[in-house]
């Protein structure tokens, strides 16, 4: 599985940004999506995941991002969205999309996000 972030950017404190990831390769294998992000000096931290099947979709949240981040999955298209809405300057970190599947978790190369006060 190949997959690669973009949407990333600077943008003022209260602005938007939507992030995307696209996949590619062994896409049938992969079970949940998810971003992640890791600020200068910190871990690496779950922000949203995704889990879809073929008739609903379960999601889960940081609460530092709840109510204002919003995770979707386009499984025709093997796409996965991050509409960040109410940017915080803590917000800024390099953005990850996650794969988990059936022979384990690939990543993306990671996208920045800017929050500028």
């Known amino acids: 599985v190949q997959l690669v972030e973009s949407g990333g950017g600077l943008v003022q404190a209260g602005g938007s940004l939507r992030l995307s990831c696209a996949a590619s390769?062994?896409?049938?294998?992969?079970?949940?999506m998810g971003w992640y992000r890791q600020s200068l000096g910190k871990q690496r931290e779950l922000v949203a995941a995704?889990?879809?099947?073929?008739?609903?979709?379960?999601?889960n949240y940081a609460d530092s991002v709840k109510g204002r981040f919003t995770i979707s999955r386009d499984n025709a298209k093997n796409t996965m969205h991050l509409q960040m809405n109410s940017l915080k300057t803590e917000d800024t970190a390099v953005y990850y999309c996650?794969?988990?599947?059936?022979?384990?978790?690939?990543w993306g190369q990671g996208t920045q996000v800017t929050v500028s006060s």
């Open positions: 996650k794969a988990a599947t059936f022979d384990g978790n690939y």
């Open positions: 995704i889990t879809s099947t073929s008739s609903s979709s379960i999601t």
């Open positions: 390769g062994s896409t049938f294998s992969i079970n949940a």
